[in-house]
Structures are given as C-alpha cells and as structure tokens.
Nanobody, 115 residues
Framework: QVQLVESGGGLVQAGGSLRLSCAASGTFFRRNVMGWYRQVPGKRELVAAITSGGGTNYADSVKGRFTISRDNVKNTVYLQMDSLKPEDTAVYYC??????????WGQGTQVTVSS
C-alpha cells in the first residue's frame, strides 16, 4: 500500500520560508517522478516535479521561489519555499506525476502565508 506522509507546513509571514518534506513508500517513490501539489477549494495545482535523476520543472507561479529536491535513499521529496506570498496559502501534498489512475493522497500539510 502506498504511504505518503507530508510535513513541514505552518504559518509564515509574506516573504518568509518553509521547507516541506514528504516520506513515501519505497517502491512507489523509486518508480515515479514525484511532484508537489497544492489544493485550495475548487482547484488543485501541480507546483513542482522531480525525476529520479534530479530533473525538475516548476509552475510559472512558483518558478524562482520554490526548489524541489529528493533523497533517493530516504525515499523523501522536499520543497523549499522562499519569498512566500499570500497566494501560496494552500494544503500541500506530494504524489507521483502523473497521478495514478486511482490516486491515494496523504494527509497533506497546511501552508498559510499572512500578508
């Protein structure tokens, strides 16, 4: 069974930083491009993704501010978020990219950016 455990969210002022972590099941992690998604009511957005070899891509809305990385020994993917803006407020989840046909979601981690 897939396990995805996100952590590291919190409340931060605009301009601040947070580092999110996601521990994933080993097989799932090794087989997939991993991504960070964020969810606000009515909308889910893929913000960053990383291949097993370290290739990355980012949504335009976070490019230059967020950095995704992964540790293939710890089966963990990270999201370093700098220069945070109020519009970054969301629940953040990790999962594969693309999503599985029937995706399992972890509990997510809430990020709240105050102005």
């Amino acid at each position: 069974q897939v396990q995805l455990v996100e952590s590291g969210g919190g409340l931060v002022q605009a301009g601040g930083s947070l580092r999110l972590s996601c521990a994933a099941s080993g097989t799932f992690f090794r087989r997939n491009v991993m991504g960070w998604y964020r969810q606000v009511p009515g909308k889910r957005e893929l913000v960053a993704a990383i291949t097993s070899g370290g290739g990355t891509n980012y949504a335009d809305s976070v490019k230059g501010r967020f950095t995704i990385s992964r540790d293939n020994v710890k089966n963990t993917v990270y999201l370093q978020m700098d220069s945070l803006k109020p519009e970054d407020t969301a629940v953040y989840y990790c999962n594969s990219k693309p999503l599985p046909f029937i995706p399992y979601w972890g509990q997510g981690t809430q990020v709240t950016v105050s102005s």
